[in-house]
């Protein structure tokens, strides 16, 4: 989803746990849960009721880049990725 423009979209029910959301613009998108494990940037554009939350439970990994902290731990069992 880098750069992925939601805005004014239901989020009822998505699954963003770990989602790339680099530069994406979700603005005015609605009912959107904290995404643990989602990966952001400071030009990522939150929706206003959950902007400070997503800052606050989010540690920098990268200059610029965050990532939500929580979820469960990613699945390390399968072919390893380069």
């Keep these: 989803m880098v750069h992925a423009i939601l805005s004014d979209v239901d989020l009822t029910g998505a699954n963003l746990t770990y989602a790339n959301l680099t530069g994406a613009y979700l603005t005015r998108t609605v009912r ?3 995404p643990p494990g989602a990966t952001w940037s400071s030009s990522t554009r939150w929706p206003a009721e959950v902007a ?5 439970q989010s540690d920098e990994v990268s200059p610029g880049v965050h990532r939500v902290r929580g979820g469960p731990a990613p699945d390390r069992s399968g ?3 380069v």
Excluded at 52 to 56: H, L
């Design 79 to 81: 072919s390893v990725r």
């Design 52 to 56: 400070s939350i997503v800052a606050e």
């Design 32 to 34: 959107m849960l904290l």
